[in-house]
């Protein structure tokens, strides 16, 4: 089991930054992959980056590359999602999971446990 708990998310005017942290605790965050993935009201979950368990691959979005960093702090079981020059389109509920796979993974039927969520809003 593992649980995640979000925090970080807010409101920010389009080209504005924030920083979410995801909290890890229960199975071994780090022999663990993570991702970031984030809904839209009324879109269906989209996927927004990923994690290895080490931290030494990453993989995001296209409409994200470039703008937002992934990252983690395997002692402090923290994974991060730093997103600057941020759109209105961003707007969503941001959420943390946590994959059993061992190949990291843009699919969200590929992640296990899921933490309950952060909004971000970015006003125009």
């Known amino acids: 089991q593992v649980q995640l708990v979000e925090s970080g998310g807010g409101l920010v005017q389009a080209g504005g930054s924030l920083r979410l942290s995801c909290t890890a605790s229960g199975r071994t965050f780090s022999n663990v992959n993570m991702g970031w993935f984030r809904q839209a009201p009324g879109k269906d979950r989209e996927f927004v980056a990923t994690i290895s368990a080490s931290g030494g691959t990453r993989y995001y979005s296209d409409s994200v590359k470039g703008r937002f960093a992934i990252s983690r702090d395997n002692a402090k079981n923290m994974v991060y999602l730093q997103m600057n020059s941020l759109k209105p389109e961003d707007t969503a509920v941001y959420y943390c999971?946590?994959?059993?796979?061992?190949?990291?993974?843009?699919?969200?039927?590929?992640?296990?446990?899921w933490g309950q969520g952060t909004q971000v809003t970015v006003s125009s």
């Open positions: 999971a946590a994959s059993l796979s061992p190949f990291i993974m843009a699919i969200a039927t590929d992640y296990q446990y």
